[in-house]
């Protein structure tokens, strides 16, 4: 016992988290997501290749029994951790901590043991080249990295290639719209300040980099755009951010590989010259233009969010566009425009189950 | 037997390296332990199977990608000379890694799961892109040489290494490297949009020597540039065993740093270039250098 103890407790202090986001639940994902960066803990992509699973939020009844049906593929020694979407930081860092400690604790070794539930397999039909192929149905997400909270995408895919696609919603309990946020006080009739908007809404339009970055397969470039958010929502470093950005979003505004493995993706139904590049340029142009007025101390008084008017629901919009642009799509292709659209089914109230 | 074992602990030693140079640029300021946490945590993880899964097949697969690292690993020269010396050598090396081809979609279509699926579709189009560019590379490389062993080609940079004056044919070389290791911009068959394709659900022993011999094949391709581009052991001062490391190193650092910098290229682009730009890019190549060598 005494050597695999010891392993135990070396392995245990990197344990590869994977993280599961309920609608609702975006603000303990952001904290959580900003907590491991702290620690470098470096995030699993697979439930197999993870010691710790971590849900942000509350699922409701089908993201809930996707998350356990998840939970009971993540291999021993693994460990669960559940985050409320309201966790305060201290119990975030506090919930890794115990998981640590638990992890750390010696066990027997495991047995070959979990299978897991099979893929239906559909029915033949012709492909985009003519030929007679088998059919899968696959949903994509809930439980995908770098997915919007809460989404799945009912596929019928060929090879790798989507052939027809539905969009489902596994909600979550609570109905906190985090990136909202101001704009619904504002409306409300409460103080908010322009400087607190626009660090929202900059901190957003970083996120939403960030997880296209990631689905891009440019890491670097997606840490980047993960810790200027993160200083910018919860460390409060403004200087620092607006010293770090202009040069992030040169690099990525002249990446010429981004342009290649983005072009000719699109970002709308209407296919609008530059796509899912313009997309990228619109993100970081007001972003820059949103760090300018972290210090506007005058109120809030227009209702434009990051997705769009927030009374409005935007997101709405891009769900309803979205199986018409991934329909006909490789997989590649429907992660990075799923990433451009970045819908955020927090809007969507009374979403329940699909 | 004294060389074989000289080879394993050299490429070992250089996927370690590999390993926690990815880690630190991952993690700036830390990280640099995560990769041997990452050995003890997949060494105590339990294995999970799937349901219908092909165990041979899989098992197979994860194996082979390491023996197939380490087997195209033999030829090359150790400083002045391989494990094993063949007259077909570079011919040798080329067979070993397109391997990885059968390694990959082995696991990916034994383990009977959607992603690691996709990642093996991903790999066999990469292959088709890759190889002939690959290979023409390497033909070049042959032809300046005159000969097909590793000793004559490192010979044969005596004056001049080939890497200057088959700028092309090396370029390509690089690419294909990155392609063949199914690294940075060439991830796509392990890459995060899909779970991280193949292995996505391999976990313990099966995981971690499936991620080993990814890096032993990153490694044997990086060394690879040394003989084929680089003068082999030929340097001032140090013995050629150190320049050979140091040059592998220098190019295995490169093919680790791309991963971080550069995004992953999708695999319908990147046939287009292969086919349309690498190739006839190639062809040229070995035109000149078969003209210079007449």
Redesign the interface.
């Known amino acids: 016992m005494g050597l695999s103890g010891w392993l135990a407790g070396f392995a245990a202090a990197c344990p590869r988290p994977m993280v599961v986001t309920a609608p609702h639940g975006t603000r303990s994902r952001l904290l959580v997501e900003a907590e491991l960066s702290r620690r470098g803990w470096r995030h699993a992509h697979a439930p197999s290749g993870t010691g710790l699973l971590v849900v942000c939020g509350t699922p409701a009844d089908a993201l809930s029994r996707a998350v356990e049906m998840v939970w009971t593929t993540v291999p021993a020694p693994g460990e669960l951790v559940r985050l409320r979407g309201d966790a305060p930081p201290e119990r975030v860092a506090a919930a890794l901590d115990e998981a640590v400690v638990r992890l750390a604790r010696p066990r027997s070794p495991g047995t070959d043991t979990g299978e897991r539930t099979d893929v239906p397999m559909a029915d033949r039909g012709p492909d985009r080249d003519g030929l007679t192929l088998d059919r899968l149905r696959v949903p994509l997400g809930p439980v995908l990295p770098d997915w919007p909270a809460g989404l799945v995408v009912e596929t019928v895919l060929q090879g790798d290639v989507i052939q027809r696609a539905r969009v489902e919603v596994a909600g979550g309990l609570g109905g906190e719209r985090f990136w909202d946020a101001p704009w619904l006080a504002a409306l409300e009739g409460r103080e908010v300040t322009r400087g607190e908007a626009a660090r929202r809404l900059a901190a957003s339009h970083l996120d939403s980099l960030g997880r296209l970055l990631a689905v891009a397969g440019w890491p670097g470039a997606s840490a980047r755009a993960r810790r200027l958010r993160d200083r910018l929502l919860w460390e409060r470093q403004d200087q620092w951010v607006r010293r770090d950005f202009p040069g992030f979003a040169r690099a990525v505004r002249r990446s010429r590989t981004l342009k290649w493995v983005l072009r000719d993706l699109p970002a709308a139904r209407d296919p609008a010259p530059g796509g899912l590049v313009r997309r990228v340029g619109t993100w970081l142009d007001r972003t820059g233009l949103a760090l300018r007025d972290l210090d506007d101390g005058r109120p809030l008084d227009d209702d434009e969010g990051p997705r769009g008017p927030v009374g409005g629901e935007p997101s709405r919009g891009l769900l309803a566009v979205l199986p018409e642009l991934v329909t006909g799509a490789d997989l590649a292709a429907a992660r990075l425009v799923v990433a451009g659209l970045d819908p955020d089914l927090d809007q969507l109230r009374g979403a329940r189950d699909g | 037997m004294g060389e074989a074992l000289v080879l394993l602990g050299a490429v070992g030693t250089l996927a370690l390296c590999a390993a926690v140079f990815d ?1 630190v ?3 700036p ?3 640099a ?2 990769p ?3 050995v ?2 997949l ?10 899964a092909d165990t041979l097949l899989v098992r197979t697969g994860v194996c082979g990608l390491l023996a197939v690292a380490v087997l195209a690993g033999a030829v090359l020269p150790l400083g002045e000379r391989p494990v094993a010396e063949m007259a077909v050598g570079v011919v040798w090396f080329n067979a070993m890694e397109v391997g990885a081809w059968g390694a990959l979609w082995l696991v990916g279509w034994g383990v ?4 690691p699926l ?1 990642g093996g ?2 790999f066999v189009a990469q292959g088709l892109a890759y190889e002939l560019p690959h290979m023409f590379a390497l033909i070049t490389v042959a032809l300046g040489a005159g000969s097909l062993r590793f000793a004559d080609v490192v010979a044969a940079q005596r004056g001049l290494w080939f890497a200057v004056w088959m700028p092309v044919a090396f370029a390509v070389y690089l690419v294909s490297a990155v392609a063949m290791a199914f690294w940075g ?1 060439m ?2 068959p392990v ?6 394709g193949v ?6 022993p099966d ?1 971690l020597v499936f991620q080993a011999g990814r890096y032993a094949l990153l490694v044997v391709v990086a060394a690879a540039a040394v003989p084929l581009f680089l003068g082999g052991g030929a340097g001032p001062l140090l013995p050629p065993w150190l320049w050979t490391a140091l040059k592998t190193v220098a190019v295995l650092a490169l093919l680790v740093w791309s ?11 990147f046939t287009r270039l292969s086919w349309l730009v690498l190739i006839p890019a190639t062809l040229l190549q070995l035109l000149v250098v078969s003209v210079v060598v007449l």
């Open positions: 880690a640029l991952a993690v300021g830390g990280g332990g995560e041997l946490r990452r003890a945590r060494l105590l993880q339990q294995r999970r199977r799937t349901r219908l009977n799961s959607v992603y996709v579709y991903r911009p991830d796509g890459s995060d949009d899909i779970c991280g292995p996505a659900e391999l976990s313990g995981r991963g971080r910098v550069l995004p992953t290229v999708r695999m319908d682009l």
